[in-house]
């Protein structure tokens, strides 16, 4: 039997010391860390739910760029409602 296994560091602290966290919704896996305790994901069905490119579009929308602007350059879908 292959066990494929991937180290998952935390988004917010970069701390490898994390544990799985259950099943999303979407079929994910979830993580939680030890030293930070905040829950993330190793790929995101939804790249606005990225806490790095959160950070990204927080300090875009700080420097005065606006939201096509910022869709231009990360790629991602704002403002989509159904």
């Known amino acids: 039997m292959c066990e494929i296994t991937i180290q998952a560091k935390c988004p917010h602290c970069n701390c490898s010391k994390v ?4 099943i999303m919704v979407t079929g994910k896996q979830n993580f939680l860390c030890h030293i930070c305790h905040k829950q993330f994901q190793y790929s995101y069905q939804y790249n606005g739910a990225n806490p790095i490119l959160k950070g990204q579009v ?10 096509r602007d910022i869709h231009s350059v990360l790629k991602l879908v704002l403002g989509v409602f159904y």
């Open 19 to 22: 544990k799985k966290n259950g």
């Open 58 to 67: 927080y300090s875009m929308a700080l420097n005065g760029s606006g939201i």
